[in-house]
């Protein structure tokens, strides 16, 4: 296994392969304070959402729906008020894949996660930042774009990205510039549909993505939604395989998934990779 996993870390860093993070990404991502973990996946951030208590079991199958339940009790800005206190106004300590991959820039990386992390690894370059929206008039597209010119961050258009500087794609949103989500069921509707129908993903990245191969990082591929996103991100990926995933006990489903979408699993996990 180390061999094939030393040579996946040699092939992001070159940047023949894209990763694709999921919520173990941020394994090891703190309050330095509490040292709570940073709520990433679905079960924490339902019941961080919840004031540290579980939500109903057909509630907690996962975030989305919780979210759901959220808003229509208290509000869309219910859910948005959350995710921005949790990822914009408390402190966490880096989690060491965000470390290494500051350390190495990757040219492409897409982020479902909701947090800075990948954004603070790229602060001190010019970029480009992708993200998603959903819900949201006057406008046919379910992105938005922004150039990071090193300092500050400026809203453009398809027409003005530079196709030579790093791409972050964070479909979910994030708080930076401005805060924007994917959180509940009815966003992640909206998100999907026009995903499928091919506008919420830039024409730069329409042509970048033509024959790329992905490495995904603390994704599990059990719920419908992170299946659904992940199938159309990496639409027109190169021949056999499409990618590698990383999933320490994959469960029978992820085994037929993964197999259908020609992504080959490894029994590993990020610390694992960290440590190749």
């Known amino acids: ?32 304070v509490t040292a709570a973990p940073i709520p990433a996946d679905s079960d924490s951030l339902i ?14 199958w996962e975030f989305p729906r919780a979210a759901m339940n959220v808003e229509l009790k208290r509000g869309r800005s219910a859910v948005h008020r959350f995710l921005e ?92 510039p401005d805060p924007t989500y994917i959180a509940s069921d009815a966003d992640y509707v909206d998100y999907i549909t026009e995903l499928m129908g091919g506008f919420a ?24 939604t992170e299946r659904m996103i992940m199938s159309d991100m990496i639409y027109n990926a190169a021949a056999s395989p499409a990618g590698w995933a990383l999933i320490p006990e994959p469960t029978d489903k992820e085994r037929r998934f993964c197999e259908k979408k020609d992504v080959v699993i490894i029994e590993a996990d990020v610390a694992d990779l960290l440590a190749a």
């Open 1 to 32: 296994m180390s061999t094939i996993l030393n040579r996946l870390v040699q092939e992001v860093a070159a940047g023949t392969l894209v990763p694709y993070l999921g919520a173990g990404a941020l394994t090891g991502a703190v309050d330095p």
């Open 201 to 224: 993903i830039p024409d730069v990245v329409k042509t970048l993505r033509i024959g790329k191969r992905y490495l995904f990082i603390g994704l599990r591929f059990q719920r419908d």
């Open 85 to 176: 206190t949790t990822y914009n106004q408390r402190t966490w300590t880096r989690a060491p894949l965000h470390d290494w991959l500051q350390h190495i820039r990757p040219p492409y990386v897409i982020d479902i996660n909701r947090d800075t992390q990948l954004q603070d690894s790229y602060a001190d370059i010019p970029h480009t930042l992708i993200r998603g929206i959903a819900r949201t008039g006057g406008t046919d597209y379910r992105f938005r774009l922004h150039h990071y010119d090193g300092e500050r961050y400026h809203e453009i258009n398809q027409q003005a990205i530079d196709s030579t500087l790093p791409i972050l794609f964070k479909p979910m949103g994030s708080p930076r």
């Open 47 to 60: 019941i961080a959402m919840n004031d540290g208590k579980p939500m109903a079991p057909r509630l907690m």
